[in-house]
């Protein structure tokens, strides 16, 4: 899964996996301008011989680029172009970040940027997972003409399944707010377990209210607590999510990625019913979907074992 570019390579241009991969060159610190003024940063991988044009690929995430290196690497010496871009105030790009508030702007002037590069052919895909899927759907929404297909793997769906789920808000977001606070990645806070679980704890045992979490944890985030205004869904989620019109309008080959064990196969499926549902019978034949034994992370990089439990080798799907 990790390192085939299945839906991609059939919108955009054929790749030839029996080639020697090639050598690529980096182009670091581009700038990509979007329409109020704000730049984000990107990370452009390319094939170092370019007789024409190609493809353009790109992840747009809040885990810093770096993240997704290996993925853009593959890509770029197989026949693609691939920008990993940091979303508004994440990594080095210019704003401020207020998850999923900004990306389906920011993802139709991204796409609509790099159609229009010198070594981009006018042809440009959307790959990633989790919340690097949310924003492929929220960028989609908004139907930029240069958008081929999108790839989102693990899907988020805003008030669907994060950052509530039913109505109920876990504990697990402020977490999660943390990790992604600030420019810079976090990972090490993050994961220790430890200190989340005492804090979380402590909230529990002293009865305290839910919305005080963040300043439990030494994180006052006004996320957090613009989130906490808005606990059921409303307007300001619905504006995240593609309405049935929009996705009546989809007209470009999709292939959605879930596991069975996926934190976020709500969200995934959810995207893929609605479709199904307010889609065309043309773009609905052209959305494919694949659900295999994996948990969130297996959706983009399969592992045999989860939770325990060992699957066959045709689990490693590539």
């Given at each position: 899964?990790s390192?085939?570019?299945?839906?991609?390579?059939?919108?955009?241009?054929?790749?030839?996996a029996?080639?020697?991969?090639?050598?690529?060159?980096?182009?670091?610190?581009?700038k990509?301008?979007?329409?109020?003024?704000?730049?984000?940063?990107?990370?452009?991988?390319?094939?170092?011989?370019?007789?024409?044009?190609?493809?353009?690929?790109?992840?747009?995430?809040?885990?810093?680029?770096?993240?997704?290196?290996?993925?853009?690497?593959?890509?770029?010496?197989?026949?693609?172009v691939?920008?990993?871009?940091?979303?508004?105030?994440?990594?080095?790009?210019?704003?401020?970040?207020?998850?999923?508030?900004?990306?389906?702007?920011?993802?139709?002037?991204?796409?609509?940027?790099?159609?229009?590069?010198?070594?981009?052919?006018?042809?440009?895909?959307?790959?990633?997972?989790?919340?690097?899927?949310?924003?492929?759907?929220?960028?989609?929404?908004?139907?930029?003409?240069?958008?081929?297909?999108?790839?989102?793997?693990a899907?988020?769906?805003?008030?669907v399944?994060?950052?509530?789920?039913?109505?109920?808000?876990?504990?697990?977001?402020?977490?999660?707010?943390?990790?992604?606070?600030?420019?810079?990645?976090?990972?090490?806070?993050?994961?220790?377990?430890?200190?989340?679980?005492?804090?979380?704890?402590?909230?529990?045992?002293?009865?305290?209210?839910?919305?005080?979490?963040?300043?439990?944890?030494?994180?006052?985030?006004?996320?957090?607590?613009?989130?906490?205004?808005?606990?059921?869904?409303?307007?300001?989620?619905?504006?995240?999510?593609?309405?049935?019109?929009?996705?009546?309008?989809?007209?470009?080959?999709?292939?959605?990625?879930?596991?069975?064990?996926?934190?976020?196969?709500?969200?995934?499926?959810?995207?893929?019913?609605?479709?199904?549902?307010?889609?065309?019978?043309?773009a609905?034949?052209?959305?494919?979907?694949?659900?295999?034994?994996?948990?969130?992370?297996?959706?983009?990089?399969?592992?045999?074992?989860?939770?325990?439990?060992?699957?066959?080798?045709?689990?490693?799907?590539?």
């Open positions: 899964m390192k085939t570019p299945l839906l991609v390579a059939l919108a955009l241009a054929p790749l030839h029996e080639e020697a991969p090639a050598a690529i060159d980096l182009l670091w610190g581009v990509i301008p979007m329409r109020d003024g704000i730049r984000l940063n990107a990370t452009v991988f390319k094939p170092k011989a370019m007789p024409a044009p190609l493809p353009v690929v790109f992840t747009l995430t809040p885990y810093i680029a770096d993240s997704y290196e290996d993925r853009a690497s593959y890509f770029a010496r197989h026949g693609y691939f920008a990993l871009v940091d979303v508004r105030g994440r990594g080095n790009s210019e704003g401020g970040f207020e998850p999923f508030a900004n990306e389906a702007r920011d993802g139709y002037d991204i796409v609509e940027w790099l159609a229009r590069q010198p070594w981009s052919n006018g042809k440009v895909a959307m790959w990633g997972g989790s919340y690097a899927g949310f924003d492929q759907w929220a960028t989609l929404k908004e139907h930029p003409p240069h958008l081929a297909t999108i790839v989102p793997a899907a988020a769906a805003a008030a399944d994060f950052p509530f789920s039913n109505g109920m808000f876990t504990p697990y977001i402020i977490q999660w707010l943390t990790y992604t606070s600030g420019s810079t990645g976090n990972p090490k806070q993050f994961g220790d377990s430890t200190f989340w679980t005492e804090k979380f704890r402590e909230r529990y045992t002293r009865n305290l209210p839910f919305r005080e979490l963040d300043r439990m944890v030494g994180n006052t985030s006004t996320v957090f607590q613009k989130w906490m205004d808005h606990p059921q869904p409303d307007g300001y989620w619905d504006a995240m999510y593609p309405t049935p019109e929009q996705f009546a309008q989809i007209d470009i080959p999709i292939l959605t990625i879930t596991g069975h064990y996926d934190g976020d196969q709500t969200g995934a499926l959810h995207y893929y019913r609605d479709h199904m549902r307010y889609g065309s019978p043309a609905r034949g052209r959305h494919y979907l694949i659900a295999g034994p994996w948990d969130h992370a297996g959706t983009r990089t399969p592992n045999r074992e989860v939770g325990g439990l060992k699957f066959g080798e045709a689990s490693l799907l590539t």
